[in-house]
């Protein structure tokens, strides 16, 4: 975790040399998700009831190297039926 602006802009320039490196092909890279994680554990309190969950998910990821990311599907097209409601 940045401690400092020094250490956000070696993460920074690390980021732009994986990305000068695979010429953009990387897309999200391992630190996009490693930095969600992190924040789990900076301020679990900001998921206010999910706090706990925040704490549970931030120590398994720590204790096991956990790497997880998402994937991207296409999703359904709106029509008149299945509009959100809010």
Not at 26 to 37: I, L, Q
Request: proline content about 5%.
């Amino acid at each position: 975790m940045a401690k400092s602006a020094d250490d956000l802009r070696q993460q920074r320039d690390a980021i732009a040399e994986w990305s000068r490196l695979s010429y953009g092909w990387m897309g999200r890279t391992p630190d996009y998700k490693a930095a969600f994680g992190c924040a789990l554990g900076a301020n679990p309190a900001f998921y206010g009831q999910f706090e706990q969950n925040a704490r549970n998910w931030y120590t398994r990821i720590q204790e096991t190297g956990l790497y997880f990311n998402h994937a991207i599907v296409q999703t359904r097209p709106l029509t008149a039926t299945n509009l959100p409601t809010k």
